[in-house]
């Protein structure tokens, strides 16, 4: 385990994260959802700018999501075949 609380559920399947377990992990997704709700409605806007800044916000909260998912995730990210570690 990387860390001694994790937020995510280790795949049993590929490569990745699972569903949250933690209240934390739950918050993370949640304000990622949120996050990519207020892209689309930039995106949805006339001015190429803001529609520019959309596409920053969407690369920003991704890569942001990605990492600490990845650091707080059980037993951390690895290809998994099925069976259990």
Not at 56 to 69: D, G, R, S
């Amino acid at each position: 385990m990387n860390e001694p609380n994790p937020w995510f559920a280790a795949k049993r399947f590929g490569y990745g994260a699972g569903l949250p377990i933690a209240w934390q992990g739950w918050a993370l997704l949640a304000g990622y959802v949120a996050v990519i709700a207020v892209v689309a409605w930039l995106d949805h806007q006339t001015d190429g700018r803001v529609r520019g800044i959309g596409a920053v916000l969407f690369l920003v909260a991704t890569a942001a999501f990605v990492a600490l998912a990845h650091k707080r995730t059980e037993g951390g990210w690895k290809w998994r075949g099925g069976r259990r570690d």
